[in-house]
């Protein structure tokens, strides 16, 4: 109950396509979701984040969808480019502790 | 936000030793946590280091193996004890501020080989 799965494992997009990565979970107590990108030899760094009463929030090229009802939530990112090129992780977090549940990551590689 | 630094970035140990990382945040935070990531995979929650008492742990993971100090809001340390090349692996700090935001910020790492 506490897992949060993510998928695809890697995704290969030309540029200027749309990346979409899906995320699952379980838990409704979770409450918060953020999205990190971690570039390699690097810290994950935080992207975009969203709360369960909000189904969307855009950020420049970042936009998390959440569905509340289906348990699911995903990063999409628009006109894509070769700098995006990196490991994209969803998160939960667990309610009154600050701690959150990764999921397994997605390697993007956005083709020149 | 919060910028955090680790030390050292980067080392080669031998089996049976010990190796302290070091992790310091530019501002106080509320949370300090700890994480293990084996490259290629996803993150793995060590402990939450907590300022003024002791560490809790997650499963699997133990004091004696692993203890961590925080003695204040902008400082923490993780050991990794009698090390074994099981032990190689990314380990990263993270930090929430904290004040009804959940938001971590995190270290680049400490990439750790054991021979």
């Known amino acids: 109950q506490q897992q949060v799965k993510q998928s695809p494992q890697s995704l290969i997009v030309q540029k200027g396509g749309i990346s979409i990565i899906n995320c699952a979970y379980e838990?409704?107590?979770?409450?918060?979701f953020p999205w990190y990108q971690q570039f390699p030899g690097k810290g994950p760094a935080l992207l975009i984040a969203?709360?369960?009463?909000?189904s969307e929030k855009k950020e420049g090229r970042f936009t998390i969808s959440f569905n509340k009802s289906a348990k699911q939530f995903s990063l999409h990112i628009m006109d894509s480019q070769p700098g995006d090129s990196a490991t994209y992780f969803c998160?939960?977090?667990?309610?009154?502790?600050?701690?959150?549940?990764f999921g397994t990551g997605t390697r993007l590689k956005v083709l020149a | 936000s919060a910028v955090i630094s680790q030390k050292p970035s980067r080392d080669i140990c031998q089996r049976g030793t010990s190796l302290t990382i070091q992790c310091q945040v530019d501002?106080?935070?509320?949370?300090m946590f700890w994480y293990r990531q084996q490259p290629g995979q996803s993150l793995t929650l060590i402990a939450t280091?907590?300022?003024?008492?002791?560490?809790?742990?997650e499963s699997g993971f133990v004091i004696d193996k692993f203890p961590i100090s925080r003695p204040n809001l902008t400082f923490s340390t993780l050991t990794v004890s009698n090390m074994s090349p099981e032990d190689s692996s990314i380990y990263l700090c993270?930090?929430?501020?904290?004040?009804?935001?959940?938001?971590?910020?995190f270290g680049p790492g400490t990439r750790l080989l054991v021979l």
């Open positions: 280091a907590n300022q003024g008492s002791e560490a809790t742990y």
């Open positions: 838990n409704t107590a979770f409450d918060y």
């Open positions: 969203i709360r369960p009463d909000v």
């Open positions: 998160a939960a977090s667990i309610p009154g502790t600050y701690k959150y549940i």
């Open positions: 501002s106080q935070v509320t949370m």
């Open positions: 993270s930090a929430s501020p904290g004040s009804g935001g959940e938001t971590q910020y």
